[in-house]
C-alpha cells in the first residue's frame, strides 16, 4: 500500500540549475498539494490542486510551477533554483471532503548550492 | 488572516511523564483543527482533530479539546512513551465552504522522550 510517493528522496542544484519534484498518489484523491518545511517556520503551501484540470497557489508559490498530469500525479517544477529554494518538499493528496485528513510523502530533501 | 501559534521546543520529558504540547489559533467563522505528527525522516500523519467547539478529539492515548473561548486545542497525553518522540504539527482548516487546502500549520514542536 504505496499511499504518497515522492522521487526523489534528495536532490543536490546549483544555482540556476532547473528540475522536477515527482509525486503520485495511490488512494484515488482529488486534491494535492505541495508544502514546503523549513526550520522553525513550519509547513508553508507551495500550490494545490483541489481536482484534476485545476492548480492554484499557495502562501509562497514564486519561483515554483505545477502540473497535475492526471488524477495521480503532481509535479513541481523550479526552472532556476536558487539557494532560498533550499528545503524540504512534502507532496500530500486527500479526497475532496471537508475536514478529511492529508495524507503525506515522506518527503525530498532538496539543497541548491 | 489565520494562524497558529504552538509552543516553541524542544521538549525533553522521561518516559511516562505527563505531556501537553499548547496550541492558540487565530481564524475567522468556525475552523477545525488537528495535530499531525511527524516521526524521523518521515513525512507527516493525522494523529487527531475536532471540528467544532467542545469536541474532544482522541488517538493512540493523546487528547485535545476544541476550546472556542480560549481559542486554543492543546495536546495531552498522560503517559508518553519512548516512540512517541517526533515533531508534532498543531494545524487549522479554514471555514471556507467545504475544501481542506486552507491548512495553516503551527512551527512544530520537537518530543524528545528518554527512557
Known amino acids: 500500500n504505496a499511499g504518497v510517493t515522492q522521487t526523489p528522496k534528495f536532490q543536490v542544484l546549483k544555482t540556476g540549475q532547473s528540475m522536477t519534484l515527482q509525486c503520485a498518489q495511490d488512494m484515488n484523491h482529488n486534491s494535492m498539494y505541495w508544502y514546503r518545511q523549513d526550520p522553525g517556520m513550519g509547513l508553508r503551501l507551495i500550490y494545490y490542486s483541489a481536482s484534476e484540470g485545476t492548480t492554484d497557489k499557495g502562501e509562497v508559490p514564486n519561483g515554483y510551477n505545477v502540473s497535475r498530469l492526471n488524477k495521480r500525479e503532481f509535479s513541481l517544477r523550479l526552472e532556476s533554483a536558487a539557494p532560498s529554494q533550499t528545503s524540504v518538499y512534502f507532496c500530500a493528496s486527500s479526497v475532496l471532503l471537508k475536514n478529511s485528513p492529508l495524507h503525506f510523502g515522506n518527503g525530498t530533501r532538496l539543497t541548491v548550492t | 488572516g489565520n494562524s497558529v501559534t504552538q509552543m516553541e521546543g524542544p521538549v525533553t520529558l522521561s518516559e511516562e511523564a505527563f505531556l501537553t504540547i499548547n496550541c492558540t489559533y487565530t481564524a475567522t467563522g468556525y475552523p477545525s483543527l488537528f495535530w499531525y505528527v511527524q516521526y524521523p525522516g518521515e513525512g507527516l500523519q493525522l494523529l487527531l482533530k475536532?471540528?467544532?467547539?467542545?469536541d474532544k478529539g482522541s488517538n493512540k492515548g493523546f487528547e485535545a479539546t476544541y476550546r472556542k473561548e480560549t481559542t486554543s486545542f492543546h495536546l495531552e497525553k498522560g503517559s508518553v512513551q519512548v516512540s512517541d518522540s517526533a515533531v508534532y504539527f498543531c494545524?487549522?482548516?479554514?471555514?471556507?465552504?467545504?475544501?481542506?487546502?486552507?491548512?495553516?500549520f503551527g512551527k512544530g514542536t520537537l518530543l524528545t522522550v528518554n527512557p
Open positions: 475536532a471540528t467544532k467547539a467542545d
Open positions: 494545524a487549522l482548516s479554514g471555514d471556507s465552504g467545504g475544501s481542506n487546502y486552507k491548512l495553516t
